[in-house]
């Protein structure tokens, strides 16, 4: 009787003493602001793609079936659009033949092994977001093994998404361009007209919808529908060219001194299911 | 397992719902996990009420939610409350509605709360409450209805009610 009332006194006292230290632990954590350990990464890895195989991925089938089926529908008015972009389609990949060849003359004429404007990019689908939608990352389905590193930018048909902040063997973390609290600021150039003028994009305006570009040169007037794209000087992101957004308003910082230009995204972020990382030239020749 | 299987459920709903990551439209946050819990928390021996809560907690923090730890305070909070509170009390319709209505709000005010606090965000509180708690509680409370005749079916009921 004794024997059994030890027992389970002992039973109580573990319990206790694992509850009380995983409270201690999760609280130190909250303050500390650590980052997910190798443990958590391969854990939060294995279920999401389990839960993509067996879920998500056949729902997804399902659902494409009867997208494809009332896609079929418009074709007929799409080959008619088409059909009239083809002629010009046979002019631009002339022109753009006959730029190529000029490239290539150039970088053997200067000894340059690529331009900051070369890359290739390597297509992935999203394999999950956290639930709770505060984050703005989401997890790709391409890791380290695919060749993705941190700092690679990541990018849809309609412009740069964000950039690669974590990787695991078969997973990577896109930060989204529309993190209120950049991790790292994207060097920019705006394309006013005739003139290129450089900046940093740190900050995403929630209540306005418009990303936030603080300027390293002065601007005069602002060019209506002015091309924003990365720069491709410093940081992680070596690939120039990519398209930020149009620039939609210039105003000054709280600081009263620093000009900032204000940015609507080129990317849609409402249906983000197939990407791509961008790997620059850099990247594929190390 | 039962919540485990639920947040499933969670994760596969928030991935084919319409979510905008530019936060100008609706945002919502399914919590089918959290209703279960919330109902199940009830039948656990209060002994063992806090490592579970913090099992869960932990479970959601490191899959779902990016390694957030304040799901674990959270989830001990609810089971705190829960044994102060509820004992093993059965539930009507109406009630649960309530319960889970009010978890969701309390949860998702926190978490809007720390995420402003710690300079993640600096959307508005209208914002906030018009585009993403009051959908997400909407959308939850019309769950739970569901969740609630499925819970009293796989008899996952207090045995005794103390009111």
Known sequence: ?286 | MIVAICYTIDNSIAFFLPFDFSRQGIVIVPGIGLMAWTLINNIIEDDRRYLFATLVGLYYAVIYANSLFIYVLLYCLYAFFGRAYMKLSRFTLFEAMVVIGLTIFVQEIVIYWLMWITNVTAMSIVTFALYRLLPTFLFNVVLSIPLFYLHKKLGFEGKKNAY
């Open chain 1, 1 to 286: 009787m004794n024997n059994n009332s030890d027992k389970q006194k002992k039973r109580k006292r573990v319990i206790l003493i694992s509850t009380i230290s995983m409270i201690i632990f999760s609280t130190v954590s909250l303050l500390v602001g650590r980052n997910p350990m190798r443990m958590e990464v391969m854990l939060r890895d294995s279920v999401s793609l389990v839960e993509y195989y067996l879920i998500k991925k056949p729902v997804s089938f399902v659902g494409d079936i009867f997208n494809q089926y009332y896609a079929l529908r418009g074709v007929y008015e799409e080959n008619a659009i088409l059909r009239e972009k083809l002629d010009n389609y046979t002019l631009i990949e002339s022109q753009n033949r006959a730029l190529s060849d000029d490239f290539d003359k150039l970088k053997e004429l200067t000894d340059i092994d690529y331009f900051k404007t070369d890359y290739k990019v390597k297509y992935a689908y999203v394999q999950s977001r956290p639930i709770d939608g505060w984050n703005q990352e989401v997890v790709i389905n391409v890791g380290s093994v695919g060749g993705v590193e941190v700092g690679m930018a990541v990018m849809t048909s309609q412009g740069m998404i964000g950039f690669v902040t974590a990787t695991s063997e078969l997973s990577a973390t896109v930060s989204l361009l529309t993190h209120e609290r950049m991790i790292n600021s994207v060097p920019v150039q705006i394309h006013n007209g005739e003139e290129i003028v450089y900046g940093l994009l740190d900050h995403y305006d929630v209540n306005t919808g418009r990303y936030e570009i603080t300027l390293l040169d002065n601007i005069g007037a602002l060019e209506n529908d002015a091309l924003v794209m990365t720069s491709g000087l410093g940081g992680s992101n070596e690939t120039q060219g990519l398209l930020i957004g149009t620039a939609a308003d210039v105003g000054t910082k709280e600081d009263g001194i620093t000009t900032k230009v204000l940015v609507e995204p080129s990317a849609q972020f409402n249906d983000l299911r197939y990407v791509a990382v961008v790997l620059s030239e850099s990247d594929i020749n190390e």
